[in-house]
DNA sequence: TCTGGGGTCCTAGGACCC
DNA sequence: TCTGGGGTCCTAGGACCC
């Protein structure tokens, strides 16, 4: 049988803050939203406090200081650095290796029969957190929801020594009863109040519904998820693929009603996505931009305008997506509104080494121009920094056009940000 | 004053075709 | 005036994940 484990760092990123922090193990820490909006993260002495995810940063720095929170503004540079090595450790353990988000992976354990598989779990949380600093739990399992399940155990009580396998009726069963409904994977918040209001509380009462019951109910992703509770492996293993749609939005530090402001971000969102393209060797067809205003303040005039550009000929080329980023943005904008998010998605994505080329108006030199300025830029900013070139629309003036202008990067709040400790040089140093 | 940022898949319903 | 039926494709919206 292929037993499945997947391997959780426990508070990613709180986590990845407390290994250059050591002072901060066991205090309630946490890791907020860009502009230092909303608590993304929090360590197990948070939670205990009683810190929802989510909470708006500003409605609890009076908890805060009166319980000795610490707060970080979000580091995705630093916890990009730290989780890749742990990935790193658990590819190389592991007979099969899928990464799954930031902070986890599924590992295919094939071939591994003659394994005490929960002695592995136990081994590699071990090293990981020996190696890196970063605490992992592990959940072991033939199918991956219920892995996700021993996962939970394995993470909420400390005697199972980081790894809970599920590899019996009798565990399968018995973890059920003990698993809230709510926290089955795949099961949301609208899917538990429909189950809760009948009565089904535990997975196991979930488990033991009629199939066809459950597929009339909830659908075949519902049919999923029972199937798999009851020990049917049945979710395929995701491949490392080409991502179908590319989004870059953010909220704005502070609300603006100028063209002008909305274009220098929707530049960048738009160069950040021609960007992510190129990485994964995609271009893309479909160029969207949306801007919104401030939805909690009730007292302003409310609007959100969204529209899309098709291109004749798909591309991944900065100055294309800026460009048709930039027309749609003139469309949509309407003066009198003060505007609070925006964002670009791309779209409509392909393989960039098959290219379509429209017979209209492709012009084969500019074509090749432009990708050869972008790989030239590409191969700069990753040497010098992201941001070493820009376009000329990314770059921020500073206040009445004065002083030094401000990157994309610089341009959300971050107030609490610590060092990155890992990737920049001057910050190494800082490393005690 | 201050309220995150990405993704995926599925379904229903409309448009369109013959 | 009366207005079929089956198939496909696309899109918007809902639900989920981290």
């Not at 922090?21 to 066991?26: F, I, N, V």
């Not at 205090?27 to 993304?40: A, E, I, Q, R, W």
């Not at 992510?276 to 009730?298: A, D, G, P, W, Y």
């Not at 921020?396 to 610089?410: C, E, L, P, R, V």
Request: proline content about 3%.
């Amino acid at each position: 049988m292929t037993f499945y484990a997947i391997c959780d760092c426990d508070s990613c990123y709180v986590s990845c803050e407390r290994v250059f922090r050591p002072d901060l193990m066991g205090k309630p820490v946490v890791v907020l939203s860009n502009n230092d909006g909303c608590v993304v993260a929090r360590s197990r002495e948070a939670k205990q406090i009683g810190i929802p995810m989510g909470m708006p940063f500003f409605k609890m720095q009076q908890q805060f200081a009166s319980s000795k929170v610490t707060a970080f503004s979000s580091n995705y540079e630093l916890y990009a650095d730290m989780t890749q090595r742990v990935m790193d450790i658990i590819r190389e353990a592991s007979p099969g290796f899928c990464r799954y988000s930031i902070d986890e992976a599924f590992c295919i354990l094939d071939g591994m029969d003659r394994f005490n598989l929960k002695e592995w779990g136990e081994e590699l949380s071990r090293k990981i957190l020996k190696w890196t600093g970063m605490p992992v739990s592990i959940g072991i399992a033939p199918t991956k929801t219920l892995a996700k399940c021993a996962d939970r155990f394995a993470k909420d009580y400390p005697g199972y020594n980081h790894c809970c396998l599920i590899d019996t009726d009798e565990k399968r069963q018995k973890a059920l009863r003990l698993f809230p409904v709510k926290e089955v994977w795949g099961i949301g918040r609208r899917h538990q109040e429909h189950l809760e209001g009948i009565g089904i509380n535990t997975a196991f009462d979930f488990a033991m519904k009629p199939r066809l019951w459950v597929k009339k109910e909830f659908h075949v992703t519902g049919e999923r998820t029972w199937l798999e509770l009851n020990g049917t492996d049945c979710i395929p293993m995701e491949e490392m693929r080409a991502k179908k749609s590319i989004c870059t939005s953010r909220s704005l530090p502070e609300m603006t009603d100028s063209f002008d402001g909305l274009r220098t971000h929707v530049s960048n969102y738009a160069a950040r996505c021609a960007e992510k393209l190129r990485r994964q060797h995609s271009v893309c067809q479909t160029v969207m931009v949306f801007i919104e205003t401030n939805r909690f303040r009730e007292d302003l005039p409310q609007y959100e305008g969204f529209t899309s550009a098709v291109l004749l000929t798909p591309d991944n080329a900065t100055q294309v997506i800026v460009h048709n980023a930039l027309n749609c943005l003139k469309a949509i904008f309407r003066k009198g509104y003060r505007y609070k998010r925006a964002g670009v998605i791309v779209t409509n994505i392909s393989d960039a080494a098959h290219i379509q080329t429209n017979f209209i108006d492709f012009d084969a030199g500019r074509f090749n121009k432009m990708h050869l300025l972008d790989k030239v830029i590409d191969k700069i900013n990753k040497q010098g920094g992201s941001e070493t070139i820009v376009l000329a629309s990314q770059q921020y003036t500073a206040q009445g056009g004065q002083g030094k202008a401000a990157h994309f990067s610089d341009a959300i709040k971050h107030d609490l940000r610590s060092p990155c400790y890992t990737t920049r040089w001057n910050d190494i140093i800082k490393c005690k």
